[in-house]
């Protein structure tokens, strides 16, 4: 058993800070008033009533709104042919499109389900990240992907769950072909993912890609002394670059000022930070 002399850092899903709790620890944050994000978000609702009082900060938070979740394609690709140096880092491919002439009402939502697709390629950045004479391409549709198709009581067999995949992943493959048309017959890897995959092996409640961004907590303090919390619920929120920032604050929170610079010179001496 490891016990902290200092502090916790967490970035565990705030949905699931309660159950990591203990009875008092648990007290505390529920006694705790709550973010002042929440309860301007509450006061905004004109269809609930004003937030009360007695809610406290570990109640609000599980009330935090959740983003839905992914799909994710991971392939590798023959790239004989292929002309690599033509080709971006990056894409978005909109399965649906952005207007389909039918009147302002009939316009896609380019946040709905099966619409925005990403497609990275990472080997423009970085040619030794596939063996030569291959390239390995990620689409995925982030945040938008619903959850409540993929409960065990809606697909009860293996055969269910990976019939859905196959339906749902379509518009990734469709994606890809947006990219490479014949990304099908050059692949010789292709591994999806789904919220299940996110909920199951990321521990991430419903699979969420996190909270929604009027839900951020504006910092990691927390009304228990030495627990700070970072991740994708905290400003700025969801992505690599926004949660590396939340742990940096978070770890800020823990050492003075001087500490901190002689840390940062450790780093750029070591080369590891320019």
């Not at 309660?18 to 505390?28: E, H, I, T, Y």
């Not at 008033?33 to 004109?46: C, D, G, I, L, N």
């Not at 839905?68 to 690709?77: G, T």
């Not at 919220?195 to 990691?220: I, K, N, V």
Request: hydrophobic share 40%; glycine share 10%.
């Amino acid at each position: 058993r490891v016990r902290a002399r200092e502090g916790v850092i967490c970035n565990a899903p705030v949905w699931s800070l309660r159950k990591l709790l203990d009875g008092d620890g648990a007290a505390v944050l529920d006694g705790a008033a709550a973010p002042s994000t929440w309860r301007r978000k509450q006061e905004s609702k004109a269809t609930t009533p004003p937030p009360d009082p007695e809610d406290g900060y570990l109640s609000a938070l599980e009330e935090t709104e959740m983003t839905r979740s992914f799909l994710h394609l991971h392939v590798a690709l023959d790239a004989a042919g292929l002309d690599l140096d033509a080709m971006e880092a990056h894409y978005t491919v909109m399965a649906r499109g952005l207007y389909d002439g039918a009147g302002a009402a009939q316009q896609p939502d380019p946040c709905g389900e099966l619409n925005m697709v990403a497609v990275s390629n990472p080997c423009k950045l970085d040619r030794t990240l596939a063996p030569d004479g291959y390239v390995i391409l990620h689409a995925y549709a982030a945040g938008n992907e619903p959850y409540d198709l993929w409960t065990k009581e809606n697909l009860p067999t293996r055969a269910d769950y990976e019939a859905l995949k196959e339906r749902r992943c379509a518009v990734l493959w469709e994606a890809l072909e947006a990219v490479v048309p014949d990304a099908r017959s050059r692949a010789v890897l292709a591994e999806t993912g789904s919220p299940s995959t996110h909920a199951r092996f990321l521990r991430r409640p419903a699979g969420t890609y996190g909270a929604a961004t009027e839900d951020l907590l504006p910092d990691g303090q927390t009304a228990i002394r030495g627990l700070v919390l970072c991740g994708d619920s905290v400003f700025p929120g969801i992505g690599v670059p926004a949660v590396a920032v939340t742990g940096a604050g978070a770890a800020n929170a823990m050492v003075g000022l001087a500490e901190q610079w002689r840390a940062m010179d450790r780093l750029k001496g070591e080369g590891t930070m320019a």
